[in-house]
């Protein structure tokens, strides 16, 4: 009852906060990891970077400290933490992001050898938790990788 007070309150006072409180836990969580990540202040163009590509789903930026002559992040625009938080609504995303890198790859005529990656996790070096996926190229790729 007074939760329903509350939200009559805000209701009137804020709108903004009526729907805010009214939308689904989940997607509450999903809002606020995008006020804080990196990521989305960079596609949001808050954060300056130097952009290589973009399209409705996807947005491609130089690494700030490069691996690799060619080192570009593929970030899908939609807030997504990692490959195991990943819905099958993001299958298609995942992979397009990989379509994304071979085309950069082509344009930067490293077709001989490139790698495309998705680190999952602190233990893999996930330092960035917004799903991005690293294209590596220009230089000769040792296997296995560190
Ligand atoms: P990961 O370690 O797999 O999470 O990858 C995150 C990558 O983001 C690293 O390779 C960082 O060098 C890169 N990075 C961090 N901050 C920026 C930034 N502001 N602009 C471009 N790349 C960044
Ligand atoms: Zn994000």
Redesign the pocket.
């Known amino acids: 009852m007074l939760l329903h007070w509350l939200n009559a309150e805000c209701f009137f006072e804020f709108p903004y906060n009526h729907f805010y409180f009214n939308s689904p836990p989940l997607e509450r969580k999903r809002e606020a990891a995008m006020s804080d990540c990196?990521f989305c202040k960079?596609i949001a163009g808050k954060?300056p970077?130097k952009k290589v590509y973009e399209d409705e789903q996807t947005f491609a930026?130089?690494?700030?400290?490069p691996?690799a002559p060619t080192?570009v992040?593929i970030v899908p625009k939609r807030h997504v933490v990692d490959l195991k938080e990943a819905k099958t609504e993001d299958t298609e995303l995942i992979g397009y992001c990989q379509l994304v890198a071979a085309k950069i790859a082509r344009q930067r005529n490293i077709e001989n050898g490139y790698r495309t990656?998705y680190?999952v996790g602190p233990g893999?070096?996930?330092?960035?938790?917004h799903l991005?996926l690293?294209l590596l190229g220009g230089r000769p790729l040792t296997w296995p990788p560190g």
Do not use: K, P, W
């Open positions: 990196l960079i954060i970077s930026f130089e690494d700030i400290n691996q080192h992040l990656v680190n893999a070096g996930q330092t960035v938790f991005h690293h």
